[in-house]
C-alpha cells in the first residue's frame, strides 16, 4: 500500500516537501513516480526516480522548481517542491511501476497508486 502525504496550503513562492511511504512491501528495482491532477484537468506527469539507479526524470515544465529523491533506510520517495505557484495546485499522487524509460511519464504504466495529498498554492 502507497501512501502520499504533506499537501496543504502554501502561499504562491512557498516550498513543500510531499512523501510516499510504502507499507507491506520493500521499494527495489522499481520506478516510482509523482502525477498531479489539478482542477478540471488530466493526470500529468510530475517526476520519476528509479529505485535502484537514483536516476530522475522530470517533466520539462517543473525541472528547476522540483526535485525528487528517495531514502532507501525509510524506504520512501520525496518530491520536494520549491517556488510554488497557485498552477501548481492539484492532487498529488505517487505511484510504483516498472517499465522501458520510453514509458515513464505514461500513467497507465505505473499499477500502485496512493490515495493523493491536496496541494493548494494561494495567497
Known amino acids: 500500500q502507497l501512501q502520499a502525504f504533506g499537501g496543504g496550503l502554501v502561499q504562491p513562492g512557498d516550498a513543500l516537501r510531499l512523501s510516499c511511504a510504502a507499507s507491506?512491501?520493500?521499494?527495489?528495482?522499481?520506478?516510482i513516480a509523482w502525477f498531479r491532477q489539478g482542477p478540471g484537468k488530466e493526470r500529468e506527469f510530475v517526476s520519476a526516480?528509479?529505485?535502484?539507479?537514483?536516476?530522475?526524470y522530470y517533466s520539462d515544465s517543473l525541472k528547476g522548481r522540483f526535485a525528487i529523491s528517495r531514502h532507501r533506510g525509510e524506504n520512501a520517495v520525496f518530491l520536494q517542491m520549491n517556488g510554488l505557484k497557485p498552477e501548481d495546485t492539484a492532487v498529488y499522487y505517487c505511484?510504483?511501476?516498472?517499465?522501458?524509460?520510453?514509458?515513464?511519464?505514461?500513467?497507465?504504466?505505473?499499477?500502485?497508486w496512493g490515495q493523493g495529498t491536496l496541494v493548494t498554492v494561494s495567497s
Open positions: 526516480i528509479r529505485w535502484s539507479s537514483q536516476h530522475t
Open positions: 507491506g512491501r520493500t521499494f527495489s528495482s522499481e520506478t
Open positions: 505511484a510504483v511501476g516498472s517499465m522501458a524509460l520510453s514509458s515513464i511519464r505514461l500513467a497507465r504504466m505505473y499499477h500502485y
